[in-house]
T-cell receptor, first 113, second 115 residues
Framework: KQEVTQIPAALSVPEGENLVLNCSFT??????LQWFRQDPGKGLTSLLL?????REQTSGRLNASLDKSSGRSTLYIAASQPGDSATYLC????????????FGPGTRLSVLP | GAVVSQHPSWVICKSGTSVKIECRSL??????MFWYRQFPKQSLMLMAT?????????EQGVEKDKFLINHASLTLSTLTVTSAHPEDSSFYIC???????????FGPGTRLTVT
């Protein structure tokens, strides 16, 4: 059974810092991995989608890497801003379990002005 | 990008009543829709997967008779919480996909409070 963990569970940093959020998964047989952002009481906003054959994806100040063999993905946020404050979720789509996503518990990020 | 809507965005109902939540894909045909549940400060848990025109597949521990899912068209899936109780209070999020292993697009969620 695929399990996804995220470290740290919560993070509070001053504005301007570069951040690293970690995601680990137990089964490397994945179809893809996706990073989402969730604001309190809101739905999910897709940030980056990495296919299993890819090593990284970039969008603006965000960069996500994928090391499938070690079961890890990292989300880098450059020059953090207060508007980046949210919960960041990673989710994997296991290759062996159909189309379902398995979500991690999330990292709650607070960027202080 | 693809847009998925949910209605209502929030609902308060009395214990024992039933509540229907709609999930619509606005600009694409969704052969598969997913329903998730999220408790406060917890991650999303998949409840069921529905394919258009067929019965939904429920995850272990999810009561089929409690959470009725209908995916009658390629743009609409509904989740009905029957005889709701306070413990059913949660944030329900749907997602829709154009096909197997395509990207999933998430709705904005529905906050259900049962009093």
């Amino acid at each position: 059974k695929q399990e996804v963990t995220q470290i740290p569970a919560a993070l509070s940093v001053p504005e301007g810092e570069n951040l690293v959020l970690n995601c680990s998964f137990t089964d490397s047989a994945i179809y893809n991995l996706q990073w989402f952002r969730q604001d309190p009481g809101k739905g999910l906003t897709s940030l980056l989608l990495i296919q299993s054959s890819q090593r990284e994806q970039t969008s603006g100040r965000l960069n996500a890497s994928l090391d499938k063999s070690s079961g890890r993905s990292t989300l880098y946020i450059a020059a953090s801003q207060p508007g980046d404050s949210a919960t960041y979720l990673c989710a994997v789509r296991p290759r062996n379990y159909g189309q379902n996503f398995v979500f991690g518990p999330g990292t709650r990020l607070s960027v202080l002005p | 990008g693809a847009v998925v809507s949910q209605h209502p965005s929030w609902v308060i109902c009395k214990s024992g009543t039933s509540v229907k939540i709609e999930c619509r894909s606005l600009d694409f045909q969704a052969t598969t829709m997913f329903w998730y549940r999220q408790f406060p400060k917890q991650s999303l848990m998949l409840m069921a997967t529905s394919n258009e025109g067929s019965k939904a597949t429920y995850e272990q521990g999810v009561e089929k008779d409690k959470f009725l899912i209908n995916h009658a068209s390629l743009t609409l899936s509904t989740l009905t919480v029957t005889s709701a109780h306070p413990e059913d209070s949660s944030f329900y999020i749907c997602s829709a996909s154009p096909g197997a292993y395509y990207e999933q697009y998430f709705g904005p969620g529905t906050r259900l409070t049962v009093t």
